[in-house]
């Protein structure tokens, strides 16, 4: 049976991580799974336990060589994907590692929330033999961990490709591969989707924080609060290495995001002191136009009609 | 059979309104309700159908004195209690209506979601032999209207109450009122309400729309929302009316929850763009703290041990 890859290392067995082995494995893609993390480290044994991954090591260079492992005396073939599934901030020590051990074409990819940063990571650190597509599966959720992860986490998820004009075939293998896992890719530079995730997801992170430790100036209000408040507060429960590595890493898109929120509040806050009901009424009812839109867009598109 | 009340005015027959007529009704906790709206509305003819009411009318004075009404040609005793469910804004006129048709005795409460300003409007308009006591039930949705009402929606919904200081009987019949529709009741005085939900109600309601607005800046950044998105901001979408009702109502202490918010905002945006890590970290990991605490607070609590 042929399959797009042979020997996939996937680096870092939190819940993308072990997400993606479950859902390579389900979809046949590749023939060999290594999972890299650190050693006796209880995520890499969950992964292996759950059949995420078939071997294991705490060296990425070596496993990416496919050279014999502790617990797996074969060699396997040289990676021909790597997928980097850890914090974002672990990226550049990674790329130097694996670069000596990298076999000619292969591709390296990821799964990490901002992408012009890491573009510039893989050309700064990565050989010329191996293509750097960076990719963002936009799943997950306020868990963390491989006890949290399900082959079909990327199923009918957005999935955001950077193309790597150097390497269009690259390019369509990753788009493929994220297409056979379900996923709903659309493919966009670095700089417009790092904008993006800003405005979408970056900037809801924060003010989600922002409003509980705002709550929390009021202990008293806490514990009246409704499931409205923690509802709308999900996000502030997700990993802290995770987004401190994402407002990092995006930090220009995301404080150009938060200065157009705060001109929007600063509006706001001048129409409710003025009493202004018509202006407080434009800017619900513009939120609530715009949200509905988003809905009707996510709804299933009817098959087209005979005629 | 004893009943708490006889007759029940519930004016405004939309999401609230109406469930509290079905919820009225299941406990058996009042002979006869009658729900007030405008003639021909859809809401009122719904509420009857769905039992939720016994008599309409459009005439709240009319209604609460329990003469014939169109429909219902049999007198009933005068409403001993009478539930505003109408927007906020609505209030001053429709107390103003009922006070002369209010019977010695009868109590006025409310379900809106501010209780300074409401107080302030019955004192100004209610006349002496009638009681307001000011209520709160913390439940509702982004629906709104008669069809998405339900019987059990007070069931666990947090409910404040506003003690009348000058009739201590009204405010324990609506307190045991609202615990027998299953509320967890709460005894507040409004202007520390009012500062509780600014926190933990409407400020999150504003930044939700602001969010959205925000995004709406970037419109191809809109396609690719993911969930989380739409769950961040979901109360965007409620109604609008209301919902300018209560930032004009609550005026004062939302200005305060948004600087307060605004502070947070400033504070965390300086650790970004100043790339701090720890304490990026910090204000992610309070949050996140106070967060699952809130949620261990909603844990049913385990039945005393034998000891």
């Not at 006796?40 to 336990?49: E, Y």
């Not at 990674?94 to 591709?107: D, E, F, Q, R, S």
């Not at 896992?181 to 922002?210: N, Q, Y």
Request: contains cysteine; neutral net charge.
């Amino acid at each position: 049976m042929h399959r797009p890859f042979e020997h996939a290392v996937i680096v870092g067995c939190g819940l993308l991580g072990t997400s993606l082995g479950l859902a390579l494995r389900n979809a046949a893609l590749v023939r060999t799974i290594t999972g890299v993390g650190r050693r006796g480290s209880p995520s890499v044994k969950t992964a292996l336990d759950r059949g995420a991954i078939d071997r294991t090591s705490d060296d990425a260079a070596r496993a990416v060589s496919g050279a014999p492992l502790d617990g797996s005396p074969a060699a396997v073939s040289p990676a021909d994907l790597i997928i980097l599934c850890t914090p974002l901030r672990q990226f550049p020590a990674i790329m130097k590692a694996i670069a000596p051990a990298l076999a000619n074409g292969a591709i390296v990819t990821d799964v990490g929330s901002v992408k012009s940063q890491v573009a510039q990571w893989a050309a700064a650190f990565l050989p010329a033999q191996a293509h750097f597509v960076g990719s963002h599966p936009m799943a997950g959720s306020e868990q963390s961990g491989p006890d949290a992860a399900k082959p079909d986490l990327y199923q009918n998820a957005p999935c955001i490709i950077c193309p790597n004009p150097a390497a269009p075939q690259a390019t369509a293998r990753i788009v493929d591969l994220w297409q056979a896992l379900g996923a709903r890719t659309a493919e966009i530079p670095p700089d417009l989707h790092d904008h993006f995730v800003a405005a979408i997801s970056h900037l809801p992170h924060l003010t989600a924080a922002l409003l509980v430790n705002t709550a929390a100036e009021t202990p008293a209000a806490l514990a009246l609060a409704a499931g409205g408040f923690l509802d709308t507060t999900r996000i502030a429960s997700s990993d802290i290495t995770m987004w401190t590595d994402i407002l990092l890493t995006n930090k220009d898109a995301i404080l150009q995001a938060l200065d157009q929120f705060t001109n929007h509040a600063a509006a706001l806050r001048n129409a409710i002191a003025a009493g202004d009901s018509a202006a407080i009424a434009k800017t619900l009812t513009d939120a609530r136009q715009v949200r509905e839109k988003m809905l009707d867009r996510r709804k299933p598109v009817p098959p087209p009609g005979d005629a």
